[in-house]
């Protein structure tokens, strides 16, 4: 049976590597592996959550809510927006995207994306017949180039992709940037993802009301700890959530992720330390790694920072593979489209992990 043209044509989506993948290929213990390849929370989820969802076991013989108005409520609390400006998804921010494509594209639509960036809106984006054009993400300045989003814009151009801090390079896109694009643009729809937006202490949420074509992308796979759980959201002028509203999958925010997601905004306390234990491990990282004069370290306002390791004498895959065989987990970038095979990025992790590490870099590179 042949599937569709477009499936034919494209390459699988590749993830960072799990622990019990590492465990098995090297026979290690997988408690002792140090995760530092998927921009996760290293801290655990909310006590609230975890305690939200065992009550919650003895009902998954139901099926979820379909109307999460409590959720949307909590959400639209924590944003600082209004319910009906908020949509939530069930399996993370990647459904959000998803639904963005269902809900606004059309077959031979381009979107822009600057590269580098988070590959999978292509990934998704593709399967609906639209065609990536890219824009460039400075390195040299770690900025946006912004002259390369307008000099790509044309008839053709439906979304434009703004990810702020933008995921591999760890920095932020100027809200007068953003707000330029917006304004000038009133027919296409600036994503900005903001997956990352509360390592920052920045957002751009307020640009919803002043812009109809503005969308903002949030996940509580980061900071509030859920990434197994696979709960995003996004914020919008009433018009576009209402639309996309319309084609979101009833059922797929399942019913033990809406609790682990309500109790853990209800949970001030952990979402603080949450991002206070971040900055403080990204700070760690970075002083200590730029101490290595052999890798160009990056700094980021995020909860992982990129890494140039030309000098190293490895490739990103060659030193990812020792890392591995000490049983680290890092994330080697030669995939990633607008990066050469000399780029690893490394995320968060306690800090006694983020110590091991360090000497585990260390011994590998000496
Ligand atoms: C920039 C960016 N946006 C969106 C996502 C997707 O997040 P989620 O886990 O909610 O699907 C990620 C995941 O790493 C990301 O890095």
Redesign the pocket.
Known sequence: MKPRMIVSEMDSYVPGKSQDEIASEFNLNKEDIIKLG??ENPFGPSPKAIEAIEKECKNINRYPESVLNELQQELANYSGVKQSQVIV?G?????I?DVLAKTFIDEGDEFIVPLP??M?YEYLLQQYGARPVYAKWNLDENKLDIDSIVDAINSKTKMIFL?TP??PSGTLIDKEDIKRIASQNPDILIIV?E??FEYAEITNKDLINEFNNIFI?R????VMGL?GM???YGLACEEIIEYMHRIKPVFSLTRLSYVAALNTLRDEDYIKSSIKKGIESRQYLYNELSKIDSLNVFPSKSNFMLIGIKDTGFTASELALELMKHGVIVRDCTSFKGLDEFWIRISICTLEEDEKFINIMKEVLS
């Open positions: 998927s921009n998804g399996d993370g921010a990647d459904e995207i960036s988070y999978y990810c933008n995921n993802d997956a990352y992308i996940t509580m796979s980061k990434a696979r709960v995003g």
